[in-house]
């Protein structure tokens, strides 16, 4: 097969590039016909190029300063695994723990939430801090492909870009509160999966998380009593808690996003291209972070309102939970709160301020271990980096 290249190819001295006029920006770019024909069929920029992709002709070139990537898939995949399954044990605790208005123990401490999961796992097995899991991927799935389809059959923003303006962010608010009105009965079916004991539980399919909440909308297949409070009544608090947590969440990434790059300069790139293992670690790591943070601090300040939204979504519903108390027993749920403003003043009248934290040392648990991973997963790659 013979070469695509130019003869005269020589890394940045390929054949061509002296021939690039530039005259204010790329807006000046202008070609000679000599050298326009021999680019047009190019569909490779040399590789020692940062930020080089297939080009055709007439296409612009990535600024020199973007930053390259690093580990292909790890940013995704490491937040994937601490968020969902490494943290699920501590996520069941805590919602257990919200739902549970018999407690006299609020696990405030790390100590004592570690304690009574401890007093689970052993009396029940491991399965009963892990019950749920495939349900909350269910429901990330629906929220995902509901965001999707939404954004494509309207004007709604899916993204919003650097130049944005207040129409565009309301839009976008706007299509993550539909968002969470179509995912809301999954995510009470998941709800119920998470908290049920597993005493008295049976072993739920996958898809039933699904079957479920479509009973919910359409009122059948579901066991519930009188007091189960219908979709519509729990639309606000649930579309309240999605906006709040993705607002919240997201500013204090781009804030802390914006810290990290002012902090190392925005990482510099060595001359031919290639980066130290420093600025490797510096690309990789400040999204992580800043991700860790953003979910940290909008679980810390919802968490009062978490607790209000799961107790109305689980009244009704006939579930039955562990004793959060013990480790061991069961308890039935059998509150009649009537909206989302008399569940908050019954838990302030009969289990007080400290009522809306219950199950906040699980928070703790939680994010310590993501901080654990974070750490090693740092060592573990400037380990890798160092030895390349």
Same mark, same amino acid.
């Given at each position: 097969?013979?070469?695509?290249?130019?003869?005269?190819?020589?890394?940045?001295?390929?054949?061509?590039?002296?021939?690039?006029?530039?005259?204010?920006?790329?807006?000046?770019?202008?070609?000679?016909?000599?050298?326009?024909?021999?680019?047009?069929?190019?569909?490779?920029?040399?590789?020692?190029?940062?930020?080089?992709?297939?080009?055709?002709?007439?296409?612009?070139?990535?600024?020199?300063?973007?930053?390259?990537?690093?580990?292909?898939?790890?940013?995704?995949?490491?937040?994937?695994?601490?968020?969902?399954?490494?943290?699920?044990?501590?996520?069941?605790?805590?919602?257990?723990?919200?739902?549970?208005?018999?407690?006299?123990?609020?696990?405030?401490?790390?100590?004592?939430?570690?304690?009574?999961?401890?007093?689970?796992?052993?009396?029940?097995?491991?399965?009963?801090?892990?019950?749920?899991?495939?349900?909350?991927?269910?429901?990330?799935?629906?929220?995902?492909?509901?965001?999707?389809?939404?954004?494509?059959?309207?004007?709604?923003?899916?993204?919003?870009?650097?130049?944005?303006?207040?129409?565009?962010?309301?839009?976008?608010?706007?299509?993550?509160?539909? !968002?969470?009105?179509?995912?809301?009965?999954?995510?009470?079916?998941? #709800?119920?999966?998470?908290? $049920?004991? %597993?005493?008295? =539980? @049976?072993?739920?399919?996958?898809?039933?998380?699904?079957?479920?909440?479509?009973?919910?909308?359409?009122?059948?297949?579901?066991?519930?009593?009188?007091?189960?409070?219908?979709?519509?009544?729990?639309?606000?608090?649930?579309?309240?808690?999605?906006?709040?947590?993705?607002?919240?969440?997201?500013?204090?990434?781009?804030?802390?996003?914006?810290?990290?790059?002012?902090?190392?300069?925005?990482?510099?790139?060595?001359?031919?291209?290639?980066?130290?293992?420093?600025?490797?670690?510096?690309?990789?790591?400040?999204?992580?972070?800043?991700?860790?943070?953003?979910?940290?601090?909008?679980?810390?300040?919802?968490?009062?309102?978490?607790?209000?939204?799961?107790?109305?979504?689980?009244?009704?519903?006939? !579930?039955?939970?562990?004793?959060?108390?013990?480790?061991?027993?069961? #308890?039935?749920?059998?509150? $009649?709160? %009537?909206?989302? =403003? @008399?569940?908050?003043?019954?838990?302030?009248?009969?289990?007080?301020?400290?009522?809306?934290?219950?199950?906040?040392?699980?928070?703790?648990?939680?994010?310590?271990?993501?901080?654990?991973?974070?750490?090693?997963?740092?060592?573990?790659?400037?380990?890798?980096?160092?030895?390349?």
């Amino acid at each position: 097969m013979s070469s695509r290249r130019p003869d005269s190819f020589d890394g940045l001295g390929y054949r061509g590039r002296e021939e690039l006029s530039y005259g204010g920006g790329y807006g000046g770019r202008s070609f000679n016909s000599s050298s326009s024909a021999d680019l047009q069929h190019w569909v490779t920029t040399p590789p020692d190029i940062p930020g080089s992709r297939n080009l055709h002709y007439g296409e612009r070139t990535p600024q020199f300063e973007t930053a390259a990537p690093a580990a292909p898939g790890a940013e995704e995949t490491q937040p994937l695994f601490t968020e969902n399954v490494l943290a699920h044990p501590c996520i069941v605790f805590r919602r257990q723990c919200q739902v549970n208005y018999h407690a006299k123990n609020f696990h405030l401490s790390p100590f004592t939430a570690i304690s009574v999961m401890y007093s689970v796992t052993k009396t029940q097995g491991p399965k009963a801090l892990w019950k749920g899991m495939g349900s909350t991927f269910v429901v990330q799935g629906v929220t995902l492909g509901a965001e999707g389809i939404i954004s494509e059959c309207s004007p709604l923003p899916r993204e919003l870009s650097h130049k944005w303006n207040p129409k565009q962010v309301l839009g976008h608010l706007v299509l993550k509160g539909l !968002t969470y009105v179509v995912a809301m009965p999954f995510y009470s079916a998941s #709800l119920i999966e998470t908290v $049920q004991s %597993e005493i008295i =539980r @049976d072993n739920p399919g996958i898809l039933d998380c699904v079957k479920e909440g479509v009973g919910r909308v359409i009122g059948l297949g579901v066991p519930h009593s009188k007091r189960l409070l219908p979709l519509w009544s729990l639309a606000f608090p649930t579309v309240l808690h999605g906006v709040l947590h993705y607002v919240i969440s997201s500013t204090i990434q781009k804030l802390v996003m914006y810290l990290l790059r002012r902090r190392s300069n925005g990482g510099q790139y060595c001359r031919d291209g290639s980066e130290t293992t420093q600025n490797m670690l510096d690309a990789y790591f400040p999204e992580l972070i800043a991700s860790f943070a953003g979910s940290l601090c909008a679980d810390v300040v919802l968490f009062p309102l978490e607790t209000v939204l799961h107790r109305l979504h689980i009244q009704g519903t006939r !579930t039955i939970i562990d004793n959060t108390d013990l480790g061991f027993e069961v #308890l039935p749920i059998n509150t $009649q709160y %009537e909206g989302m =403003r @008399d569940c908050m003043s019954a838990i302030q009248r009969e289990e007080g301020t400290l009522g809306f934290y219950k199950g906040f040392g699980s928070v703790v648990v939680q994010y310590s271990l993501h901080a654990a991973v974070l750490q090693i997963t740092k060592m573990i790659y400037s380990a890798l980096l160092q030895t390349t």
